[in-house]
């Protein structure tokens, strides 16, 4: 009677041949009836290992000895950064104070009536908005907050914001506009007074 014990043939002291693949076995390791095989590595992985430890090499001597530009991410990120701030569209910047040229009141007077017109009237009078003729106001009479209210809007009354609609020039118009042409005149049918009594 012939044990499995036949069928291995024993290369040296470390080895164990296994019978039906020709694989060495090294011996002592065995777990859960698995034993352990010392094949060689296929030729492409050892290759791909090697390969991978000279990039690392390369690319850390570039990035640390020679302070190459496009690895270093701060540099990329300053450049990129850089970049961006040439290319981002100007702000426009101008002081909010009441303009009194005729043409700044022309183009305040053709946004009025091209859109505020709608909810106040072209006279100023009112109708779903406040009448803008009188010296009564609910959000204040300066022009800093007419501007404010132009640019933030009264969502809960139903006036949007106009910051995306018009730019900071145009809605100072439009409301120098009311400042100077529109309060104090008297207006076909005007709405009954709202807000605080400003003299």
């Avoid at 690895?71 to 702000?91: G, S, T, W």
């Avoid at 910047?93 to 009141?105: F, K, N, Q, R, V």
């Avoid at 949007?160 to 145009?170: C, T």
Wanted: charged residues 25%.
């Amino acid at each position: 009677m012939t044990t499995d014990k036949d069928h291995i043939k024993k290369s040296d002291a470390e080895y164990e041949i296994d019978t039906l693949t020709n694989k060495k076995l090294l011996k002592d390791h065995e777990y859960d009836g698995i034993r352990e095989l010392d094949n060689q590595l296929p030729s492409w992985w050892k290759w791909l290992f090697i390969i991978t430890i000279v990039f690392s090499v390369v690319y850390l001597i570039r990035l640390w000895v020679f302070r190459a530009d496009d690895l270093i991410q701060r540099k990329e990120f300053d450049k990129e950064m850089a970049n961006a701030k040439a290319n981002a569209p100007k702000v426009e910047t101008i002081e909010i104070a009441l303009l009194t040229d005729a043409t700044s009141l022309a183009n305040g007077k053709e946004t009025w009536t091209k859109i505020c017109a709608v909810c106040h009237l072209v006279d100023g009078g009112g109708l779903v908005g406040p009448n803008m003729t009188d010296n009564y106001w609910i959000h204040g009479n300066t022009i800093e907050d007419l501007f404010n209210v132009t640019t933030t809007g009264v969502i809960e009354k139903g006036m949007i914001s106009y910051k995306d609609q018009f730019s900071v020039r145009q809605r100072l118009e439009v409301t120098s506009y009311i400042l100077t042409e529109l309060v104090g005149s008297t207006p076909a049918v005007a709405k009954e007074p709202q807000g605080e009594l400003y003299e």
